[in-house]
């Protein structure tokens, strides 16, 4: 075991950045490339990976912090040879960077490998912008385009925002002109090298620029042009605390840091009047925008508000008797927020069923001694895991997310499981990725483990994503039925209350069967009634003869 430190890796040319997250926590155990922080510059926010396996025992920085390449951030427990013989893992990563360096070409070389002009006529010329290198990524989508054809721009203007799914960047235009012809469109991936627009290129002194100088300023221009298609520039200043309904084609103009402010305090940016050039909209336009809403919700007091959801007005408890006030974990803030979300956003239906699991119990309770064997206990839940896996796989329509902004349904081709796990600092769901390949001593071992991390704050943040369907289990509690909120993006969560002991007619005569309670709420936009029934018939069809989980 040796201690070494972590150092802020190459920047992709950035030299300061801002420290906006640190995910992980001293005492936390690391994979090397979890990420561990979250950095943005002006272009970009980037998650810096961890440059080892080990333990996380000191971060020496905090959210605010301002580093460059090979500042060190913390230290980290590295076990076994992770730091080389007689050398430190931070020689390593000095070595391979500037192996790294030494692959890449200098920086003439790269200016000699730019694409030669096309044509030139006088002071101005033809040019494709093409793609840069996007920092290793490659096959990002557009999820902005932020100039138009026509438009006059500056070099390192802003041209499109992509976005990985690390981070967002913008990609700046190399030359200062006229943008021509835009040859992507919102959605299409990019890789470095494609080509992006066609640009009329001005020289100094050129023809154009002239001209462009006897004219009003670049941006006065752009806005006084006739727009060919609604422009925020040309919508009226909301004012106080109106709603300004977005036009229909509205483009949002933000650069990352903006973004992540507006996902942050949940401002729908095509709401938010931008002040800065070009309409585009800075952090404190987001900040106006929050409180104008706030605003209109206190004076609202209670009364429907812009969102149409009324206010709680909290009385003066202290009137009633005693009381104290504590602040809210970042956990159980977290999940308020996201379960209202959901709550509000999903219009949610429950259905119910009982499943016979008589055998499957009289199986489960046959595995003891195996799983003793084996340091596994064999629960309900990995039963219950499989058969969901299979329903999923049966009825696809259960394994979706809806992008209501595209109008598209997402289809996942892979199955994995959420399970809602009760610690004592609140409510925490696990994945289980691939849940239709495991077999069920896997499950039960992983669901134990995963569930045990969960009690002791032990998860990763990708342990905790990429959930198709959730199960949360009440069942080792008590209780005859519940309505559980969906798991958003999720569409559709199954609640599994105590297994009681019921008479059953089988025809003839009542019989004692072990019913399990089953309770499938689920996202009415994306799964219809007789659907989920058929789901919940499904599962029971499956608990209730579990050969046919083999099937
Ligand atoms: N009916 C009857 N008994 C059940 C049962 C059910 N549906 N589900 C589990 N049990 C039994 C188990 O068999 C076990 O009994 P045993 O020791 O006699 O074998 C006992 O209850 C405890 O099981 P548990 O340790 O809870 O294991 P599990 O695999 O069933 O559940 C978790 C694991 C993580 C899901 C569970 O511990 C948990 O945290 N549940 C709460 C989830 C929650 O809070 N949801 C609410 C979200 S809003």
Redesign the pocket.
Known sequence: MSEQEIKVPDLGGADEVEIIEIIVSEGDSVEEEDPILTVESDKASVELPAPFAGKIAKITVKVGDKVSEGDVVGMMEVSGDAGGSGETAGQEQEEAKSEEKAEEPSEAESADSKPAPKKKSGGSRKETVKVPSLDGFDNVPVIEINVSEGDTIDAEDALVTVESDKATMEVPSPYAGKVDKILIKEGDKLSEGDDLLEMTIVEEGGEEEEEAAAEPAKEEKAQSKPAEKPKRDAAPQPQGATYEPPAPGTKVHAGPAVRKLARELGADLTRVKGSGPKGRIVKDDVHAYVKSQLQQAQQGGGVATGSGIPGVKLPDFSQFGEVERESMSRMMAATATNMQRSWLNVPHVTQFDDAD?TEMESF??AQKAAGEKKGV??????F?LKACAAALAELPQFNVSLDMERKEVVRKKYIHIG?????PHG?MVPVIRDVDQKGLWEL?AE??E??QK?RDKQLKPAEMQGACFT???????GGTA?T??VNTPEVAIL??????MKPVWDGKEFQPRLM??LSLSYDHRAVNGADAARFTSLLTQLLGDIRTLLL
Not at 471 to 477: A, D, E, F, K, V
């Open positions: 699991i489960r309770k206990k064999m629960t309900p839940l990995p219950l399970i809602a796990v009760d610690t409510l039960a669901s134990a995963l569930a969960a199960i949360t289990s009440l069942g080792g509690i519940f559980p909120i609640g599994v209350s105590k297994a009681a399990l309670p």
